[in-house]
């Protein structure tokens, strides 16, 4: 009974250990995430703005340009995943690689072969653990990504895209799947096209939609509509890009701050339960202890009185 009293005393050490971890990381998640928040509607305007530019030149140049247009028969299809580079954040990263998935199956379905994009370590692992070709990944930022990233991401992509059919690693369509940030509560696995681009009116979480009468501003072209939309369409894929990723980052920390409080509920709650039986176990090494001093005590005053 004294051993396993130890035991139990070892258990709530180490559970009491291990919940000091779990809510230091609950706290920094939740520090984290309040400049993640920020930082994500500090894009929102330039976003929403520049994609009301797009929607302008698109609409009133009328040029047929090489990110607008439809392959007749797409064949390829290039695939984006965020996720993160560090666990311990719940289901964050295995829900965007089931939606992943999903879209997957659905391209397949349309016979498109796919091309993988990883960012982050975990979608990484995901696909070298199940021996799956990844075309590039970029990692090391999923918490405090950069435009700089955002960039070269959106320049490998549409290189692939611009490739002409037959070349290696051409694409016909990219998509991109992350997570949206709804609320501390709610992160929404997502998945959008973006190319052949489909200008969208409003960027994803602004909560700021255009209504569908709204007047796009007029624009004069110079030196030509060829030229600006060469300029602009690469900055909105890249700024989509950006904002997705931003999306992704404060969807981790809420899911990490989740997890975590989660956790140190859960060694709280082990902690109480290791305590109370460990107390019934003490209890019961105290009884049998007494319970063997009385019969000691009964034995020996049974022999003192057979011996008089």
């Known amino acids: 009974m004294a051993l396993s009293l130890r035991e139990y005393r070892a258990r709530i050490k180490s559970t009491e250990s291990m919940k000091k971890i779990t809510r230091a990381m609950e706290l920094i998640a ?13 894009a929102a305007p330039y976003a929403r703005e ?6 302008a030149v698109a609409t009133f140049s009328n040029v047929d340009h090489p990110l607008t247009r439809e392959e007749e028969d797409p064949k390829r299809a290039a695939v984006l995943i965020v996720t993160s580079d560090r666990g311990l954040a719940g289901a964050y990263s295995s829900s965007v690689l089931k939606e992943a998935e999903r879209l997957a199956e659905k391209l397949r379905g349309e016979g498109k072969e796919i091309d993988w994009y990883i960012a982050g370590r975990k979608g990484e692992a995901y696909f070298r653990f199940r021996q799956r070709p990844i075309i590039q990944a970029w990692t090391g930022a999923s918490d405090q990504p950069s435009y700089d990233t955002a960039a070269d991401i959106g320049r490998v992509l549409i290189e692939s895209f611009l490739k002409q059919q037959g070349e290696d690693g051409d694409v016909d369509e990219v998509h991109l799947v992350y997570t949206r940030f709804r609320s501390m509560l709610v992160q ?17 979480g602004t909560g700021d939609e255009h209504s569908s009468g709204e007047v796009l501003p007029l624009y004069e072209f110079e030196p030509s509509a060829e030229a600006v939309l060469d300029g602009l ?9 950006f904002f997705a990723l ?10 990490r701050q989740k997890a975590m409080k989660s956790a140190t509920d859960n060694a709280d ?4 339960k290791y305590t109370r039986v460990a107390n019934q176990a003490r209890q019961a090494g105290i009884t ?12 020996l005053a049974d022999a003192n009185s057979g011996n008089e």
Not at 288 to 299: H, P
């Open 30 to 42: 939740a520090s984290r995430i309040i400049k993640a928040q920020q930082r994500a509607q500090a």
């Open 50 to 55: 520049l994609t009301r530019a797009v929607s």
């Open 188 to 204: 929404e696995p997502t998945a959008v096209r973006l190319l052949p681009l489909e200008v969208i009116e409003a960027e994803e």
């Open 233 to 241: 369409l690469p900055q909105y894929v890249q700024s989509r890009i």
């Open 246 to 255: 931003l999306q992704a980052a404060a969807s981790e920390l809420a899911a």
């Open 269 to 272: 709650e082990l902690i109480k």
């Open 288 to 299: 049998q202890e007494i319970s063997e001093i009385v019969g000691g005590v009964n034995a």
